[in-house]
């Protein structure tokens, strides 16, 4: 059977992560997971079920009453909440503005990082957040950490946005919250975001998406070769 690794990309808002983790997904044949797409899931609920989730007697509750999975449909992931296709309303601004806060508490963390590990259990897989090589998957064979400038992180959330139908958002307010929720993400107290000691960087700002993608491919096949036991001899 072909060796088969994990592999962790972590970074700061709108980065291209996940674009990254897709393409390379596909190029490999892995399961691609997008964490933050569980995240947003679980903000969803409390926003639709007006869950005070500084109380947490409520988020508790709320969390036993949250199932989180993924369907590919068109070669498309979907995430699904409680059996419901949320894959357009969890990339909303309005989800966008709450799903850092909500990303603190480490009750909510438990649960998706236990769903996500599960998920790694056969390796195979592309998983894209905050914390994978830190907390999540802290043996994986290869981590990346993805930066690009604001401008260009700002630019590209406004044309995914654009393309989804939201025409109004400004791109300034697109601007604050990516700097909103970097300062979240890195300064909480459980599983900030930050670089793993054994990450490599890839910085994107000046790169087309193949040549990331080609730059990925490159360091992933070091990794399978690293683990193949014939080729590493
Ligand atoms: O795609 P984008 O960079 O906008 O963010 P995302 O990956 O969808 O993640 C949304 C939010 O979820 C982040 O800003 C974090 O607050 C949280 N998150 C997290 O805490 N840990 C992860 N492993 C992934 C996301």
Redesign the pocket.
């Known amino acids: 059977m072909k060796t088969r690794i994990i592999i962790a990309l ?6 291209g ?2 674009t990254l983790a897709k393409a390379l997904a596909k190029k490999l044949n892995y399961v691609y997971i ?7 899931a679980v ?1 969803l609920y409390c926003l639709e079920n007006q869950v005070d989730w500084n109380n947490p007697v409520a988020i508790q509750e709320a969390l036993e009453h949250i199932d989180i999975s993924f369907r590919v449909e068109n070669g498309m992931n979907q995430t699904l909440l409680n059996g419901q296709n949320v894959e357009a309303t ?2 909303t601004m309005r989800v ?1 503005e709450a ?2 806060p ?3 508490i480490s009750a909510v ?1 438990r649960k ?1 990082v236990e769903l ?1 590990q599960e998920l790694g259990k056969e390796k195979g897989i592309v998983m ?5 090589g830190t907390v ?1 998957f802290p043996n994986a064979e290869l981590k990346l950490f993805v930066t690009a400038s604001i401008a260009v992180r700002t630019q590209r ?1 406004l044309l995914e946005l654009r393309a989804k139908g939201d025409h109004i958002t400004a791109a300034e307010t697109i601007q604050q919250n ?1 700097l909103d ?2 300062k ?2 890195s300064s ?1 107290e459980d ?1 900030p ?1 930050r670089q793993a000691d054994d990450a490599i960087v890839i910085d994107n700002s000046q790169l087309t998406q193949e040549q990331q993608l080609d730059l990925a491919l490159d360091l992933a096949q070091i990794c399978i070769n690293q683990q193949d036991p014939i080729l590493a001899k």
Do not use: P, W
């Open positions: 972590d970074g700061f808002a709108a980065c992560k996940s997008d964490s933050g797409a569980m995240y947003r903000t969890i990339r966008s799903v850092s909500v990303s603190t963390r998706l996500q894209d957040g905050r914390d994978i999540v959330r990516l929720r970097d979240i993400d909480r599983s975001l």
